[in-house]
T-cell receptor
Framework: AQSVTQLDSHVSVSEGTPVLLRCNYSSSYSPSLFWYVQHPNKGLQLLLKYTSAATLVKGINGFEAEFKKSETSFHLTKPSAHMSDAAEYFCVVSPFSGGYNKLIFGAGTRLAVHP | EPEVTQTPSHQVTQMGQEVILRCVPISNHLYFYWYRQILGQKVEFLVSFYNNEISEKSEIFDDQFSVERPDGSNFTLKIRSTKLEDSAMYFC????????????FGSGTQLSVL
């Protein structure tokens, strides 16, 4: 069965410092992986996705993630945090290479950014 | 940018009552979904809907739940007789095609069953 594990429930960084949100996946298929972000009172927004093309994926707002099959990881990074990055981040796997978007979510990581 | 709109943002109901959660998907989208998140738990898939019928549903989506697209713009989730354990944030989503991960989510309806 497919699953994702987000290794940190909370991450706190200072503005201008790097962000690292960790995600490990489990999938018997070649997975499609995503990061979604949810700002307060907003919908879930797609940050980036990996679907078996380039292993380093660039997303919106300066975020990127690297798919590492040997480590079954898909960590989200950003070189320099901004106050507006404070939100909840979800690592997500789709069990199908093309299908009905039956997404499987991780538990979420709440990112706090301090001045 | 087009958005998925959900109403109401908060809904309080008594156990055993019927509730209808409403969603307006993005206008040219053809695929519709409901997900939910119980407090402290993961976001979980409930159902997907295409061409006026359910494409797939999870084991959570039992006979108490139904979905409908009553007109060209709304997509609803009905819970026939609410239980305490139905309390959760319900997210509607839509996509233009079946391409993986191209979902646009609404901001959710917080359902509280008392």
């Amino acid at each position: 069965a497919q699953s994702v594990t987000q290794l940190d429930s909370h991450v706190s960084v200072s503005e201008g410092t790097p962000v690292l949100l960790r995600c490990n996946y489990s999938s018997s298929y070649s997975p499609s992986l995503f990061w979604y972000v949810q700002h307060p009172n907003k919908g879930l927004q797609l940050l980036l996705k990996y679907t078996s093309a380039a292993t380093l994926v660039k997303g919106i707002n300066g975020f990127e993630a690297e798919f590492k099959k040997s480590e079954t990881s898909f960590h989200l990074t950003k070189p320099s945090a901004h106050m507006s990055d404070a939100a909840e981040y979800f690592c997500v796997v789709s069990p199908f290479s093309g299908g009905y978007n039956k997404l499987i979510f991780g538990a979420g990581t709440r990112l706090a950014v301090h001045p | 940018e087009p958005e998925v709109t959900q109403t109401p943002s908060h809904q309080v109901t008594q156990m055993g009552q019927e509730v209808i959660l409403r969603c307006v998907p993005i206008s040219n989208h053809l695929y519709f979904y409901w997900y939910r998140q119980i407090l402290g738990q993961k976001v979980e898939f409930l159902v997907s809907f295409y061409n006026n019928e359910i494409s797939e549903k999870s084991e959570i989506f039992d006979d108490q739940f139904s979905v409908e697209r009553p007109d060209g713009s709304n997509f609803t989730l009905k819970i026939r007789s609410t239980k305490l354990e139905d309390s959760a944030m319900y997210f509607c989503a839509s996509s233009e095609d079946q391409g993986v991960g191209k979902l646009f989510f609404g901001s959710g309806t917080q359902l509280s069953v008392l």
